[in-house]
């Protein structure tokens, strides 16, 4: 079945890296866009950044961008998050998704299906 | 950035009961909004697309309705393993954006 797993998260120092990843299985991810999604303590959840189903483009939330690099490698059908200087602001758990497209453009638009149980980073 | 606001935060409700949760668009999104559902440890799970649509697997129980700024996520008859977050999600424009959430709780 189509499956979505998660790994990487911990605890951090502000200023601190981090790389997260997302191995997928059950579907032919290179044609898949991707998403990372987190959810701070409390808070609902904030689309972070996306990436084609090439990796040729990618898009980031106002929040992260320059901060934050999403990549993929469809040789080992990984998704990943590389996260640079952290702020205790960036504490959440994120979830990697698979992005359905719903409507098409330079910068797709859709609903996201599934998700991975998500990798918790904690910035303190 | 369109603001998604949900209601009640909390419903408290018993099992076989109807619950009614509402999704308001700080302006028209059109249909392109969809619902999940959350459980603690576990990943969010889709349940409608397209405002209406429900996704493969879920229970005809669980129903959408609504269209430009006014949204309802409705189950018929609670079922235990239905207390959970439901969350909405618009894809009309960037940045997409989430609701806060609304507790289905038992009563």
């Known amino acids: 079945q189509v499956r979505l797993v998660e790994s990487g998260g911990k605890l951090v120092k502000p200023g601190g890296s981090l790389r997260l990843s997302c191995a997928a299985s059950?579907?032919?991810?290179?044609?898949?866009?991707m998403s990372w999604i987190r959810q701070a303590p409390g808070k609902g959840l904030e689309w972070v950044s996306y990436i084609s189903s090439t990796g040729s483009s990618a898009k980031y939330a106002d929040s992260v961008r320059g901060r934050f690099t999403i990549s993929r490698d469809s040789a080992k059908n990984s998704l990943y998050l590389e996260m640079n200087s952290l702020r205790a602001d960036d504490t959440a758990i994120y979830y990697c998704?698979?992005?359905?497209?719903?409507?098409?453009?330079?910068?797709?638009?859709?609903?996201?299906?599934?998700w991975g149980q998500g990798t918790l980073v904690t910035v303190s | 950035e369109i603001v998604m606001t949900q209601s009640p935060a909390t419903l408290s409700v018993s099992p076989g009961e109807r619950a009614t949760l509402s999704c308001r668009a700080s302006q028209s999104v059109s249909d392109n909004l969809a619902w999940y559902q959350q459980k603690p440890g576990q990943a969010p799970r889709l349940l409608i697309y397209g405002a209406s649509t429900r996704a493969t697997g879920i229970p005809a129980r669980f129903s959408g309705s609504g269209s430009g700024t006014e949204f309802t996520l409705t189950i018929s008859s609670l079922q235990s393993e239905d207390f959970a977050v439901y969350s909405c999600q618009h894809y009309n424009n960037w940045p997409q954006t989430f609701g806060q959430g609304t507790k289905v709780e038992i009563k």
């Open positions: 059950g579907f032919t991810f290179s044609d898949y866009y």
């Open positions: 998704a698979r992005h359905r497209i719903a409507i098409a453009g330079a910068d797709p638009l859709g609903w996201f299906d599934p």
